[in-house]
């Protein structure tokens, strides 16, 4: 594959490659100090960001770099954004310096496939609008399977704001393409109704946490996203994590090997308590660390990497 604009760009080989190469790379370069490796020696990555992000820009920048590619980091803000130019002459601009991969977050949802007409080097969504998160899902199931290890069967449960969640969304299409089955939970106002039938077969929706704790092998929290929300639609704070937070009480309903995700940013107290966050069964800072690997892995490839 030449981009990586959406989860569905990955067939289940594709996908499987990423995670067993990311774990190669995690062999290579981990441990006490992080080794870089001369594999894109000459390239340039781009880190284009016109939303905020802490994760996944840092994660990129780092992953590139542990690669040894060239990284320009564009960020919109002090940019000639201000100005009134456009994504497409942005992109151009960068083109003309010479880039191999743009990796992009954009606050319009398909703002990576317009790109990937506009410019020669691959494309790497690192998150649109309300649309995809595909690198988020792709060390989502890397660290799945790092500490259950296996994806297909695996019961995941993906709780909370659903509807604004590009995260859900990858992860929806890659764990229904690796086997994983995969249960939405949330308040009805939250979970878009169509959302089975555009995304797939291998899901379920419930409105009823606690009814399928049980049976989960992994339960990932959803940020709230406030910035993006209709008073009119939400439940309260205190309601909201009265029905859909994960507390210790909660966190004592699954079955031992169960785990607990949080892409981050969280709203701690709301969508996850602290008790849980910080609880050995919480993957939270480990899918930090294993984003770097599955992001050098994504580019490695992407880039023909020797
Ligand atoms: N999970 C995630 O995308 O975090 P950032 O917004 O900090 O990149």
Redesign the pocket.
């Known amino acids: 594959i030449r981009h990586l604009r959406e989860a569905g760009d990955l067939d289940a080989a594709d996908a499987t490659l990423i995670l067993d190469t990311a774990r190669e790379l995690a062999r290579l370069t981990g441990g006490r100090e992080v080794k870089k490796l001369p594999t894109l020696r000459g390239r340039t990555v781009v880190n284009l960001f016109y939303e905020?992000?802490?994760?996944?820009?840092i994660s990129f920048e780092a992953a590139a770099k542990r690669l040894s590619a060239d990284v320009i980091n564009f960020s919109a803000k002090g940019s000639s954004v201000s100005k009134g130019e456009s994504l497409k002459d942005t992109a151009l601009t960068l083109q003309a310096m010479g880039a191999d991969a743009v990796v992009v977050r954009h606050g319009a949802s398909g703002a990576p496939h317009r790109l990937a007409n506009w410019v020669d080097g691959s494309v790497v969504n690192a998150?649109d609008g309300t649309h995809e998160?595909p690198t988020?899902a792709l060390l989502d199931a890397f660290t799945m399977r790092e500490r259950l290890g296996r994806l297909a069967g695996l019961n995941v449960t993906i709780v909370g704001d659903v509807l604004h969640s590009r995260?859900a969304r990858s992860n929806v299409v890659l764990l229904n393409t690796l086997g994983a089955k995969v249960t939405l939970v949330g308040p009805p106002t939250l979970i878009p109704v169509d959302i089975a039938s555009a995304l797939g077969s291998g899901m379920t929706v419930s409105y009823d946490l606690d009814a399928v704790l049980p049976a989960s092998d992994v339960v990932m929290m959803l940020r709230v996203q406030t910035e993006r929300m209709n008073a009119s639609y939400f439940p309260s704070a205190r309601e909201y994590s009265r029905r859909y937070g994960m507390d210790g009480a909660r966190m004592r309903r699954l079955p031992e090997h169960a785990i607990v995700m949080h892409?981050?940013?969280m709203n701690r107290g709301m969508e996850i308590s602290p008790e849980v966050a910080d609880s050995p069964r919480s993957t939270i800072v480990e899918q930090v660390a294993n984003g770097v690997s599955v992001r050098m892995a994504v580019l490695y490839l992407l880039l023909g990497g020797k």
């Open positions: 905020d992000s802490t994760r996944t820009r998150g998160h988020q995260v892409p981050g940013p």
